[in-house]
């Protein structure tokens, strides 16, 4: 299969061949054979660096909380989960994951809950298996609620990385910093001398004295782990002083730690407890990327508590980190494409990613012919690729037909 007439992110005129699960040929131009896609913007299939796929949907089985605020509708989210039964999670991720299809995304970090069962991540397991020629999971055993004191936790943690890729917890939901720094040191011992990963939900808070990923920075140069732990979220650091915000910059480059951030559920649970004016805490991306840091996109929870509005599209997610980060300047719409592509398959790992000859063939080709319209027009994917094969298609008028007589 040849597509010509295809548009990089740089505003290159190109054309891909595809040989079974591979890039074959990548031509500059538009060669004379294959079908034409009209100067469609083309990028390797969408990461999404964070994501929960045994919390997608609960909304469709349980209650939202009774108040907006963020400490209540985790609660509720806890209870709803608690009540579940694996097999009930795995359906409603099944049907997730075909969201994430149809949008572009072929590559996922799910953080699976694992305090009370493993049962969870078994089943979260099961799909990954069952998709895998379709899209890549990639699994965090997650110590989600504030039980990190139960007996079997830790016990989970090991458990869990048989299964798992990697593990993480939210050392900032403990009850004292001594305690959090406890866990962080645990989870990192669970890893020690194993191939694995750690992604902590790290000061997801807007008190500026929430400093636990100074400890996992730390941590990671201690145990010579650079490049295998991610920070999800850090929207402390959106209250941080400049004086220490500056020297924290310096170690977080030096540690190599993937920043990632999820825009959309950092402006919704940010400044809960506060009156007017409010904070719209969200990490420094600007800052952290102009210092070398890799810093990539998730798009957090679908239609949960935490997130109803949430439909897994990473462009959302895109567009929402430009307009709360000051990427309002055309040319950020190239970055933000980086975060949600290169940048995620950096910190997951990812190998075969690309647009080059012999990268896996998991493309995307919008409706648009440049970031920045992709980013302004949220169109259905003109069409999705996963290893070779058309995934999802459509084809939607580009003329706008408004009707005013
Ligand atoms: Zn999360």
Redo the contacts with the bound molecule.
């Keep these: 299969m040849i597509l010509k007439n295809l548009k990089t992110v740089e505003g290159k005129i190109i054309s891909i061949e595809i040989n079974g699960s591979k890039i074959a040929k990548v031509y500059d131009g538009i060669t004379s054979e294959g079908e034409n896609m009209e100067g469609k913007l083309v990028t390797p299939a969408l990461v999404d660096s964070?994501a929960?796929l045994d919390s997608n949907f609960l909304l469709d089985v349980c209650k939202e909380a009774e108040t907006p605020k963020f400490i209540e509708a985790l609660k509720a989210l806890l209870e709803c989960k608690s009540k579940l039964s694996a097999d009930e999670i795995y359906k409603l991720a099944k049907k997730s994951l075909y969201y994430y299809i149809s949008h572009g995304t072929l590559y996922i970090r799910t953080?699976i809950m694992i305090d009370d069962t493993l049962d969870r991540l078994k089943y979260i397991a099961r799909l990954k298996e069952e998709f895998k020629d379709i899209l890549q999971i990639q699994i965090i055993g997650?110590v989600q609620s504030y039980s990190y004191f139960d007996d079997n936790v830790e016990e989970n943690i090991y458990k869990s990385l048989e299964i798992a890729d990697g593990v993480g917890g939210q050392p900032h939901l403990q009850p004292s910093r001594e305690d959090g720094i406890g866990m962080i040191k645990k989870i990192f011992d669970s890893v020690e001398g194993k191939d694995k990963l750690l992604d902590f939900?790290a000061d997801f808070a807007d008190d500026p004295e929430t400093k636990f990923s100074e400890v996992i920075i730390s941590e990671t140069l201690k145990r010579k782990m650079q490049g295998k732990v991610s920070l999800?979220?850090v929207t402390a650091m959106h209250s941080y002083n400049e004086d220490y915000f500056r020297r924290y910059l310096k170690w977080l480059k030096e540690s190599k730690i993937n920043v990632i951030v999820?825009p959309i559920?950092a402006l919704e649970e940010s400044g809960a407890f506060e009156n007017y004016p409010k904070r719209r805490g969200i990490a420094r991306v600007l800052d952290l990327i102009s210092e070398g840091v890799n810093v990539a996109l998730?798009h957090?929870?679908i239609q949960n508590h935490l997130n109803p509005y949430g439909v897994g599209d990473m462009l959302q997610s895109g567009f929402i980190l430009a307009i709360s980060s000051y990427m309002y300047f055309s040319s950020y719409a190239k970055t933000i494409f980086d975060l949600m592509t290169y940048n995620g398959a950096k910190a997951q790992l990812i190998k075969n990613y690309g647009i080059y000859e012999g990268a896996d063939a998991n493309l995307v080709i919008y409706n648009s012919t440049n970031p920045l319209d992709a980013l302004r027009e949220i169109k259905p994917r003109r069409m999705v690729i996963s290893k070779g094969k058309i995934v999802y298609e459509s084809n939607i008028n580009e003329e706008l037909k408004v009707n005013v007589d």
């Design positions: 964070h929960h953080h997650f939900h999800s979220h999820a559920t998730g957090d929870d």
